[in-house]
């Protein structure tokens, strides 16, 4: 019997504990999680050593200084971090791929992504998405067996990131290796040209970094304690049922 | 634990890749300066470009149209070297540019003597590693060219390029072969500038423009670049930059 898993259904994970905690995240999640956070931070900080060196952003094939941009940073040219910042964002972006790929094969295999990820028909339902919405907007969070799964613009942010803009950003750096474009010319065709594929990797690298923030505010909204240990130990207190 | 996924599944799929990945990382997939941890990176990068790319394929190459106007000249744009300054004072008539290391026939060529090689000129784009990028036509003779010429021995594994401005760097024999790294003497169908690089660059152009080196003066064929310099096969490996740029 494959019930989808809803507010009225039994819960598909696990049973309440003695202790009142549930079994949230499984060590595959908690580990991946860890190193990708790990990974992206040093992304972050990496990519803004070597962006710095030309802060302006252009679209299509060439872009340099004297010629006009589509916008400019409005940051100094510092052109001593390349050298250390590149070597360090591809270590770390090694990290993210391989780190990725194993989050991503364990998950489709182990039922994480459509048992978790994947919103469920009652999450789709437009009485539902409207409610979900107005709920985020007053910051008003799901309790009792609700909190069990992730809520609907959580999956959406979710999958957002995994399958839209990690993806994006992998695809737009590929592109500004000289090595693996030569091969694979028909990055630029995806991109409209080697410098949009440089402005694309800025624009979602920005996008993540705002997912990011959001991410933190909201563990931190929901009870950083509780989030924080379910994460690494796996073991997570459903918020008691609203009043 | 998933009942499909196993740790010892996991645990035994991570060995095998590992042992994959190393074994493929024989010498010839590891740039010189592994070692250290931010080496690490590049020499999975370099190996796995080695292993996994397909040897021989081409930098995109434009029309005339797509030429930058005002392209770009950064870094050292008149070395300050005597020899250079007296070379240039006389047109470059009586620079030479000697070939030597492990060849059968060490060779100085003139400018003359490079423009009566077989030539190519490619219009293709230029990468710095700042982040800019612009396009040029570039002519010159392929390295494979001279090197064949001079008779490179089948024990040479790179190729090491000293320059005017103090610059050195190396390929491997996988760019130095490849039908678009040359040894340029024209730009834009004009005589190569000298803020460009003049009287001779080389065009990398699979790897970011500072493998691209202005001013050169010397080439030579070693089987390691153990002994060349700092060992470390790049003078830009000192300022933290990798000696692999095909990133």
Not at chain 1, 4 to 32: F, N
Not at chain 1, 105 to 113: A, K, L, M, P
Not at chain 1, 227 to 233: D, G, N, V, Y
Not at chain 2, 88 to 105: C, E, H, I, Q, Y
């Amino acid at each position: 019997m494959k019930d989808r898993p809803g507010p009225h259904s039994p819960p598909p994970v696990s049973r309440t504990g003695q202790d009142g905690l549930i079994y949230r995240h499984t060590v595959l999640v908690r580990v991946t999680h860890w190193l990708n956070a790990i990974s992206f931070f040093t992304l972050l900080v990496s990519g803004i050593a070597i962006l710095i060196a030309h802060p302006r952003m252009y679209w299509g094939e060439t872009g340099y200084f004297g010629e006009p941009s589509l916008f400019d940073l409005p940051v100094p040219v510092i052109l001593e971090h390349t050298g250390w910042g590149r070597s360090l964002h591809f270590l770390a972006a090694w990290l993210l791929v391989l780190n990725g790929l194993l989050y991503l094969i364990t998950s489709f295999v182990n039922g994480h992504v459509r048992k978790d990820l994947l919103p469920t028909r009652t999450q789709l339902r437009l009485g539902h998405i409207v409610q979900d919405i107005r709920d985020h907007l007053r910051l008003k969070h799901p309790s009792g067996e609700a909190a069990r799964q992730y809520n609907f613009l959580q999956k959406v942010a979710y999958l957002l990131v995994i399958f839209l803009l990690f993806p994006v950003m992998l695809l737009s750096g590929l592109t500004m290796s000289p090595a693996v474009a030569s091969a694979h010319p028909w990055l630029f065709d995806l991109f409209d040209g080697r410098q949009s594929a440089r402005t694309v990797h800025f624009i979602s690298a920005s996008l993540l970094f705002l997912f990011f923030l959001i991410h933190l505010a909201q563990v931190v909204l929901v009870g950083f304690r509780n989030e924080m240990r379910s994460m690494i130990t796996g073991r997570y207190r459903l918020p008691p049922e609203a009043p | 634990m998933s009942r499909i996924i196993t740790r010892r599944a996991l645990l035994g799929g991570a060995t095998a890749a590992g042992g994959l990945l190393l074994a493929g990382c024989s010498e010839s997939h590891l740039p010189p300066t592994y070692g250290s941890l931010l080496g690490v990176g590049e020499a999975l990068t370099f190996a796995s470009h080695r292993l996994l790319l397909p040897k021989n394929t081409l930098a995109r190459e434009f029309g005339r149209e797509m030429i930058t106007k005002n392209f770009p000249a950064i870094n050292t744009v008149d070395p300050e070297d005597e020899e250079y300054q007296r070379l240039k004072r006389g047109g470059f008539v009586d620079w030479r540019l000697p070939v030597t290391g492990l060849v059968a026939r060490p060779t100085s060529f003139s400018l003359q003597d490079l423009r009566s090689l077989p030539a190519r000129t490619q219009i293709t784009q230029h990468n710095c590693e700042q982040g800019w990028s612009a396009i040029a036509e570039w002519t010159g003779v392929p390295l494979s060219r001279i090197l064949e010429h001079v008779g490179a021995l089948p024990q040479t594994r790179y190729i090491v390029f000293h320059c005017s401005d103090g610059w050195w760097d190396s390929l491997d024999m996988l760019d130095a072969l490849h039908p678009q790294t040359l040894v340029t003497y024209g730009m834009n169908g004009r005589e190569l500038p000298v803020p460009n690089g003049g009287p001779a660059r080389l065009r990398v152009e699979r790897q970011l423009g500072y493998k691209s080196l202005k001013f050169v003066k010397s080439i030579q064929a070693v089987a390691s670049l153990d002994k060349v310099e700092t060992g470390k096969g790049a003078m830009v490996v000192d300022y933290g930059y990798s000696w692999y740029a095909g990133i």
